[in-house]
């Protein structure tokens, strides 16, 4: 059916195409340094040795996903995190400026996208301020994702001594076709007390304030603890391979527990450097540990065969799915793509709803009382294979019942998507989901 298609050839080669030279673009992944991993490793052998102690029994519920976790992604286990949450771009952008304004020692900031509207030149002069008060400053972007991005924008905090690199950067100004292997990730990292991950960039439209998209309804956290060896080692290498430099020296503070806090936390990434789709698996475990509650929040869902199943299964074993998606699509593609999913799980006993306040962001997914991920990671094909993403799996029932009830007040603005509504949708819609779904592989 794809010879039909005009330009097919075209896309393939952006979007498959490019993994002939995959080896050759992560050449660095083998000279990366192996403290934190033998760290990692020695952890894993205590937990099969059965002689690591859990501050909470109930994580051994779900050591089956911390053994897998430390193993795929060499993610470590740390029980003394404090995490707080954030809904709303006001409030994580206000504790970030904070973080930043009272930082003393290192800035380390990774985005997807970053713009120079006004929130970005406030975050870009602060941390210009910060430089020329002796702090060190690293500031990575994707180079397709921060495309509109003014180079320009950080002559100042580069005059003062600050650093920025590009993640893949376009031969042209504001066009590139390397649409694939994007940095997607939103982290920061600041002074090793603190770290940011979750689905906001920097822009003003993380505020609410584009005319398109409204009320921009997301998911952000802060973590204090051990977990944040986990965000910088994620940086050293990030910025190794984007600057190309052998003698990069970036914080990393190798784990030892400090037990402040009480959260258990592993910092997972994954990306077309990885052997395994680990963030993906995470997933996937979650659906299937599932007894009485899932709950996923996801801008874009196109499930793959197992995660499609996986749901399918959970549905049909009475556990209580609930599936919220935006009724505002920002990729209109991938939203008629998602739409021919839903009939044969609502089939199962999976319930969809439409986000109408606003565009809905978040990447989230909460299971029974004690699990929760959040991160940069969409429920596609794009984030388990395409794209670097990062996620933060969370052990702790307190930051669970947040995310459930957090769940429910986002329900009040939301339409159910029936089976019977589903079943009136028009011929024309149809065809465009069919199409969509044929390309799904590649959106």
Known sequence: ALTFLPGVGFLLYLFIGQDMSKKKMFKLKEEEDNKFRDKVLEQGQRIREEVYHYSNP?????????KMHIQTSEAYFSQDNEVELYFSGKDKFKALLE?????????????????DDNIGMKIIDKLTEK???GVEVKVLYDG?????????????LKKAGGEVAAFF???????TLRINYRNHRKIAIIDGEEAFVGGFNIGDEYLGLSKNFGHWRDTHMKIRGTAIGGFQWRFFKDWRFATNKDN????????RERVKGRTGIQIVSSGPDSKWPSIKDGYLKMICNARNR????????????SIFEAIRLAGLSGVDVK???????????????????????LEAGVKFYTYEKGFLHSKTFVVDNLITSIGSANLDIRSFKLNFEINGFIYDEHINKKMVEQFNMDLKHCNEITMEEYKKRSNMVKFKESVSRLLSPIL
């Not at 973080?99 to 713009?115: D, G, P, Q, T, V």
């Not at 397709?144 to 003014?150: E, Q, V």
């Not at 990069?248 to 784990?255: N, R, S, Y």
């Not at 996923?296 to 196109?302: A, E, H, S, V, W």
Request: net charge neutral; charged share 25%; hydrophobic share 40%.
């Open 248 to 255: 990069v020296c970036c914080k990393i503070a190798f784990p």
């Open 144 to 156: 397709m994702g921060s495309r509109r991005l003014k180079k320009h924008s950080f002559d100042e």
């Open 58 to 66: 109930k994580f051994l519920e779900y050591e089956d996903i911390i």
């Open 323 to 345: 599936i919220m998606i935006p009724c505002k699509p920002d990729h209109i593609f991938v939203y008629w793509a998602g739409l021919s999913y839903i009939g044969e799980l």
């Open 294 to 305: 899932l709950y996923i929040q996801t801008p874009y869902f196109i499930p793959d065969d």
């Open 131 to 133: 430089v020329k008060e």
């Open 99 to 115: 973080s930043i304004s009272n930082a003393k020692r290192y800035i380390y900031l990774e985005y997807y996208i970053m713009k």
């Open 169 to 175: 950067p376009p031969f042209v100004p504001f066009f």
